[in-house]
């Protein structure tokens, strides 16, 4: 039944994700059109020496990149379900309401997570392309937290969409951003190094959580 | 069981989240401006003096160690050394000190400031380990940068910046040259100062495996390394370099102590400075040059330390004091009564974010009886009973406001 479960996810968000997929792919081809034309209009030591040196970031363009996918499919997957309570039918599954809700979050974290994973890989081959390569891998490291913002964004457009009452979609949503904002606190390269643990690891309470809005729209309480 | 073990998990992240922003947003309102304060020695009477702001707008004192006020003017003329345009714009050059005249050329020639910052220090911030190593003797008037960089793995190797490819001749030039000098590989720590806005180019200090350090430039494109004789086991932690046409000191040396010591350009030999109290994970260091005395000043954000030594960096006098913007305010006792901790995100200390937890002590106790009281408060107006949901009056005894908030805004379900 769960796989079943999950295959109606994909059905539901296909369209979408393949748009967010499309949009990723777009902005990574832009990074090596970019990347190209200030290797062709400027000296290759300057570039280094303001990428190593200075810290400028020449990508640094995807960093909301994950968030917006990330808020995409959790709005394909769960905004028309609540819009038109057909959310109320996939709850009487015969399947444990908790396990359905926790598997759709699944498929959709599955989801942004394989788009991440691909942001990830065409980030270094690019980076790697025209800078050596711990200016690759500095990359990845300072994108981590960006990439992972996508997740939170998406387990937070999921917690909001499913909530019942106005009021409480608020208090989600402040939630949700605020937590994401923990991964936007600097401006250099590779300034999460240390840190990035340790709200990557709070930010996985936010699976569990989308049972309370799940659970309030099964029984309409408010 | 599930829905509530839920609701708990919000309620975790809404307090992750209040604690990072409701303090943030505090300080952004409480904050008043006020600046780090500027002490110097005096050579002129021999006594350390401090210009330092202690409230809002342009609320100054400036005063010397003994409590002598001053105004501006009298000021600029106690440390002219460091004023010394103005000296010349008053008509007060050539001046003479302790017997001995200085004119403006001879105030600037020697005149040197060196800086570290806990930010600057290798560990501190992040910094990609390839680098450019500038001709030293470029031939022409600027420096300029190479069209190749360099990495330290286990030999020195450099990349060509247009191919973005391994330069295999200049690779086995440097690396040769490291290996006949005694260089063991990899390398411990990579220091130099990559600008090309500097008067010349003194190339890297390399500590190799051993803790060997080892002086590598490039003149007229060929390798020049010296291993010098800085001890192997002094522990080097750090090296600031900074050319200077002085030619005196290479740079600053810091070791895994918390020792300070100059590299002279006389055979690589080191001066400690007598430095006390001074941590450089906290602290900001300058050491001010000028042609009489070298005076080394080092702050965090409560104390500022300052030792003034002769030519030979021989203490001659020490002065420390809490600075204004270091006294505990009223804002101060509130944001520890109000809050019973917060987290850091950020740290000007250091180039990475931080994500720590930082407990406010004793102060806050009032805080969360408060927050408790209120909790109370509202259960029986909302009529939800205590024995049933005691964790959420759990939650307030260990996180005060943001549990109170949390606890309200996430209501149970009934």
């Given amino acids: 039944m769960l796989s079943s479960i999950l295959y109606k996810e994909w059905l ?54 994950l968030v917006i996918t990330g808020v995409i499919i959790g709005a394909a997957q769960f ?40 942001d990830a890989f065409m980030l270094y ?23 992972f913002s996508g997740l939170v964004a998406y387990l937070g457009t999921a917690l909001t969409a499913m909530e019942p009452r106005l009021s409480r979609k608020f208090v989600y949503l402040a939630i949700a951003g605020g937590f994401l904002w923990l991964f936007y606190q600097g401006n250099d390269y590779e300034t999460y190094n240390w840190a990035l643990w340790k709200p990557a690891l709070i930010s996985m309470l936010f699976i569990p959580s989308v049972i309370l809005p799940a659970y309030r729209y099964r029984n309409r309480s408010s | 069981m599930v829905p509530r073990l839920a609701r708990y998990a919000l309620i975790v992240l809404a307090i992750v989240v209040m604690s990072v922003y409701m303090p943030f ?28 702001m202690v409230g809002e707008g342009h609320n100054f004192v400036t ?31 050539p001046m003479t000190i302790d ?61 060509n910046v247009d191919t973005n490819t391994v330069d295999q001749g200049l690779t086995d030039k440097f690396t040769n040259a490291m290996k006949q000098a005694g260089f063991v590989f990899p390398a411990r720590l990579t220091a130099g100062r990559v600008s090309i806005l500097k008067p010349f180019d003194e190339g890297f200090f390399v500590v190799d495996a051993n803790g060997c350090t080892y002086h590598v430039k490039r003149v007229r494109g060929e390798p020049v390394v010296v291993k010098t004789p800085i001890p192997s086991d002094l522990g080097i932690r750090n090296i600031k370099m900074m050319e200077n046409k002085k030619k005196e000191i290479y740079g600053m040396l810091l070791t895994n102590k918390g020792d300070i010591h ?4 006389d055979g690589y030999g080191l001066i400690k400075l007598p430095l006390m109290d001074y941590n450089p994970d906290t602290m900001d260091l300058k050491l001010l040059i000028n042609p009489l005395y070298r005076t080394a000043v080092y702050s965090d954000d409560h104390t500022i330390h300052a030792v003034a030594m002769d030519s030979r960096y021989r203490p001659i006098s020490r002065y420390q004091r809490v600075m204004f913007s270091g006294r505990t305010t009223m804002a101060d006792t509130v944001f520890k009564a109000l809050f019973p901790f917060w987290i850091k995100t950020t740290d000007k200390t250091s180039g990475y974010s931080r994500f720590d937890v930082i407990w406010n002590g004793r102060l806050a106790l009032i805080g969360i009886a408060l927050s408790l009281f209120f909790g109370i408060t509202v259960m029986y ?26 606890v309200s805004i996430i209501e149970p379900e009934r």
């Fill in chain 1, 12 to 65: 539901k968000v296909r369209l979408f994700w393949g748009v967010a997929l499309v949009l990723n792919i777009g902005v990574f081809v832009y990074l090596f059109v970019d990347l190209r034309h200030l290797f062709t209009i400027e000296h290759a030591e300057m570039i280094w020496y303001q990428a190593f040196k200075i810290g400028t970031l020449h990508y640094a363009y995807m960093k909301y990149l």
């Fill in chain 1, 79 to 118: 905004t028309p379900e609540m819009i038109g309570h057909r959310f109320r039918l996939s709850l009487h599954l015969p399947v444990r309401p908790n396990s359905m809700v926790l598997c759709c979050v699944l498929a959709g974290l599955l989801g942004v997570a394989v788009i991440g994973m691909l």
């Fill in chain 2, 262 to 265: 100059l590299i002279t350009y």
């Fill in chain 2, 99 to 159: 017997g001995r005249t200085f004119d403006k050329q001879t105030i600037k020639e020697n005149r040197q400031v060196f800086e570290l910052k806990p930010r600057m220090i290798a560990d501190r911030s992040p910094r990609i380990q390839v680098f450019p190593l500038l001709e030293s003797k470029p031939g022409v008037t600027r420096l300029r940068f190479p069209e190749d960089a360099f990495r330290m793995t286990d030999r020195m190797e450099f990349i």
């Fill in chain 2, 381 to 406: 107006a909302r009529k939800f009973s205590i024995r049933k949901y005691w964790p959420d009056l759990a939650i307030i005894m260990f996180t005060g406001i943001y549990g109170l908030i949390s």
């Fill in chain 2, 25 to 52: 947003l505090y300080h952004k309102v409480s904050e008043k401006k006020v600046g780090k304060t500027q002490l110097f020695f005096s050579p002129v009477i021999k006594k350390f003096v401090f210009r330092e």
């Fill in chain 1, 125 to 147: 081959t690019i980076i790697a392309r025209f800078f050596p390569r711990e200016g690759a891998e500095s990359a990845l490291l300072t994108a981590l937290p960006w990439l």
């Fill in chain 2, 63 to 93: 005063q010397d160690e003994s409590g002598n006020d001053y105004d501006r003017m009298t000021f600029e003329t106690l440390i002219p050394f460091v004023y010394y345009k103005n000296m010349e714009l008053w008509g007060k050059l």
